[in-house]
């Protein structure tokens, strides 16, 4: 597959993510090690006897190449439990990824900790700063952050919190597709957004027939609602088909792509749609307003999304994309490690999708960005495990800054290069 295009013979729906010329998906039936993460020594064969490596153009990763990470990112799996455990040292610096630290492993497993104690019985997390409740939107984000820890429905030592939220967050489906639990203070779409995006990652996961076919069900569901919902101008706003603006769109255009990655079909022309409405939104700086209609300056948290997004829909050499790069990094690279103190409103919202941005840009980005926000992020955690000074609340806090932290455990499709 040429960089930008899809390659031939691509299914209905999104191109495949291009990393160089290689890029690997996880397959639902492979075996995984009791801390996450595949298991040395089994087979990287999926039940049909396939390889799990995808194929980008003509090259598939060979299994001995998939295996030896696998072992890799299993043992690290295990250092961190016992990190979790008390445990003093990570693992061996030349098997741990890089620009991972003893200190990065430690703020992650408090973290997760922390977001395991906070879970409701029913599976959700609910409460922001100011007590109101989205608990699609903040159940599926704590979930996101367990699965980028190597975790599963059934291994790993968070398995029990990711089922309880799958459970939840499948229940809330309504009879339209909408993922909602109510209304969400009149915002129902950014749930359905990410809740795509969780349940399409966990189905890429799951090994139980039963609640493989729930999954599939509900996501399948929820991309006719996605697709039916979105405005004349190619975008999303709040609620279906009621408009459009940078922030729901980018949430459902990443839930599309995980859609895609897990194996089920989203509609080309969606995406076509709103690719072509962000590039209506473009600034004359390279970045992205807020919404179409109203126009306005660029916005650095939705134009570093927009990146995100455009990655995900193959436009990895578009005009557009090079732009909003180009823009994010000049805005944000003299903050590089005080960019969590109130410099762009909702700053762990803005580097949820920097950090994606710059991680999948490649080493020249995530080399001068992640090592001063990773260690930003261990200063500014909480004794009990919590992030909290967004505005927003901990579990969101908390949750993307366990996504930024393990962004280099490379165990999510979606957020890999």
């Known amino acids: 597959m040429t960089r930008g295009k899809s390659a031939r013979n691509e299914p209905a729906g999104l191109p495949r993510r291009k990393s160089g010329t290689v890029v690997v998906e996880r397959s639902p039936d492979r075996s995984t090690s009791a801390t996450g993460g595949l298991q040395p020594g089994r087979s990287n064969a999926d039940k049909s006897g396939r390889p799990c490596g ?36 990570g693992p061996p610096k030349d098997i741990r990824p890089k620009h991972v630290t003893d200190g990065s492993l430690r703020a992650v497993i408090k973290g997760l900790d922390y977001l395991a104690r906070m879970q409701a019985p029913n599976g959700s997390w609910q409460s922001t700063q100011d007590g109101s409740s989205y608990p699609t939107a903040m159940t599926s984000l704590a979930g996101m952050a367990f699965l980028a820890n190597g975790n599963t429905t059934s ?9 309880k939220a799958v459970r939840f967050v499948v229940a809330q489906q309504t009879p339209s ?74 949430t459902q255009m990443q839930g599309l792509r995980a859609a895609h990655e897990a194996g089920l079909t989203v509609p080309k022309e969606t995406i076509a749609r709103a690719v072509h409405y962000l590039e209506m939104c473009k600034q004359g700086d390279g970045g992205i307003c807020y919404s179409l209609g109203a126009r306005g300056e660029s916005r650095p948290p939705i134009s570093a999304a927009a990146i995100c997004c455009l990655y995900s829909a193959g436009e990895y050499e578009s005009p557009l994309a090079k732009a909003c790069l180009d823009y994010v990094h000049r805005q944000m690279k003299p903050q590089f490690g005080s960019q969590f103190r109130g410099n762009w409103g909702h700053d762990f919202y803005m580097n949820l999708y920097a950090a994606q941005a710059f991680y999948q840009a490649g080493d020249k980005y995530w080399d001068e960005y992640f090592p001063p926000t990773r260690d930003e992020l261990v200063r500014l955690q909480k004794q ?34």
């Open 155 to 163: 291994r790993g030592p968070y398995s029990e919190s990711i089922r």
């Open 177 to 250: 597709g909408l993922i909602t639990v109510g209304e969400e203070l009149g915002r129902p779409m950014y749930g359905h957004g990410f809740s795509l995006l969780f349940l399409s990652c966990a189905y890429g996961m799951e090994t139980d027939a039963k609640v493989r076919e729930r999954i599939k069900e509900v996501v399948t569901n929820g991309i006719k609602l996605t697709a039916t919902g979105q405005s004349s101008a190619g975008g999303w706003i709040y609620w279906p088909g009621g408009g459009d603006e940078g922030s729901v769109t980018v």
């Open 384 to 417: 009990d495990g919590s992030w909290n000074s967004d505005g927003i609340g901990p579990v969101f806090d908390t949750s993307v800054g366990l996504i930024i932290l393990q962004l280099p455990y490379k165990f999510l499709p979606i957020y890999q290069r």
């Open 54 to 89: 995808r194929l980008s153009g003509t090259v598939r990763r060979p299994c001995h190449n998939i295996a030896r990470r696998a072992a890799t990112m299993a043992i690290l799996s295990l250092v961190t439990l016992l990190a979790g455990q008390h445990a003093v040292a």
